[in-house]
């Protein structure tokens, strides 16, 4: 099975900034639907943004509506997540994941290929 691997995460200071990326294993996910979900500690795993397979598509969850970008050039595996204005509440474990299918979607369901997350944490 294909793993996804997310990096860029650390410790930022409220008000700051960090870009997140997301690495496909094999390139044939250029094809896929990708979504960056969080969790912290003892909560539920939440979608955060999703983007579809040329990104012509976006999703976000209201909370990063305006802070967030997720961005991917048409036909590559990498998928971005640009975090701005950062919040104490935004601290998270954020995990990257691909669909089987070329859409977004805020459905954790049908998201099969997962990576292993980088830690996000923002001090106030």
């Known amino acids: 099975q294909v793993q996804l691997q997310a990096s860029g995460g650390g410790l930022v200071q409220a008000g700051g900034s960090l870009r997140l990326s997301c690495a496909a294993s094999?390139?044939?996910?250029?094809?896929?639907?990708v979504g960056w979900f969080r969790q912290a500690p003892g909560k539920e795993r939440e979608i955060v943004a999703a983007?579809?397979?040329?990104?012509?598509?976006?999703s976000y969850t209201d909370s990063v509506k305006g802070r967030f970008t997720i961005s991917r050039e048409k036909g590559k595996s990498t998928v971005y997540l640009q975090m701005d204005s950062l919040k104490p509440e935004d601290t998270a474990v954020y995990y990257c994941?691909?669909?089987?299918?070329?859409?977004?979607?805020?459905?954790?369901?049908?998201?099969?290929?997962w990576g292993q997350g980088t830690l996000v944490t923002v001090s106030s």
């Open positions: 994941a691909a669909s089987r299918g070329a859409f977004a979607s805020t459905d954790i369901a049908t998201y099969t290929y």
């Open positions: 983007i579809n397979w040329d990104g012509g598509s976006t």
């Open positions: 094999r390139r044939t996910l250029s094809n896929n639907g």
